[in-house]
């Protein structure tokens, strides 16, 4: 990118700022956000904002240390947690209304993860039960949350999210999500 995606330009807002805020706005509590490349970039961002922002010294290894450092430090906050959502930084299109969808498919049904479905994938944003926060808690690489989703399928509720085929990886996907923006798609 040449920059970190995390503070590309949104809705008047970075990437970052925006996904922070509709998470506060959410029924999660408490949110934390996990910083690793570029945390002296990233972190004014959000540092006024009501969540707790931990550093993942060993981001290097892949988005699972992410994960981990992000579960370690809510546990500690919160030890009798029965769930956690994750988020990805790279989904523009990611709301409170479907971070809230996830959380009421999870008190309503009986599966132990609620994941969302686009482009024939099964993967984040996606809750996950406390019967899965050791698989998350060792999780070490490149490898992330959507690992732990396809092995434990048949446990798994989907709601759809076709937007959540849309990530800002490279800059031509960044133009791209900006010119569907412009002409209101």
């Not at 809705?11 to 998470?23: F, V």
């Not at 949350?145 to 849309?166: D, M, S, V, W």
Request: hydrophobic share 45%; proline share 5%; aromatic share 6%.
């Amino acid at each position: 990118m040449g920059t970190p995606k995390q503070l590309l330009p949104i809705q008047g807002r970075s990437l970052l700022r925006h996904l922070a805020a509709i998470s506060i706005a959410s029924l999660c509590n408490p949110v934390i956000v996990v910083l690793g490349a570029s945390v002296h970039q990233t972190r004014p961002e959000i540092e006024d904002l009501p969540l707790q922002v931990v550093e993942n010294q060993h981001w290097q290894s892949g988005m699972g240390t992410s994960i981990s450092a992000g579960l370690a430090a809510l546990l500690e906050q919160k030890p009798a947690l029965n769930a956690v959502l994750i988020l990805v930084c790279d989904q523009p299109f990611v709301s409170t209304a479907l971070i809230n969808q996830l959380v009421v498919a999870y008190q309503s049904t009986d599966y132990q993860i609620v994941a969302t479905t686009y482009l024939e994938t099964v993967g984040v944003p996606a809750l996950f039960s406390d019967r899965y926060f050791s698989e998350l808690l060792s999780l070490n690489s490149d490898t992330g949350a959507r690992q732990i989703i396809q092995q434990h399928l048949n446990e798994t509720y989907t709601l759809a999210f076709p937007k959540g085929a849309i990530d800002l990886d490279t800059p031509d996907q960044y133009q791209a999500f900006l010119d569907n923006e412009a002409v209101g798609e």
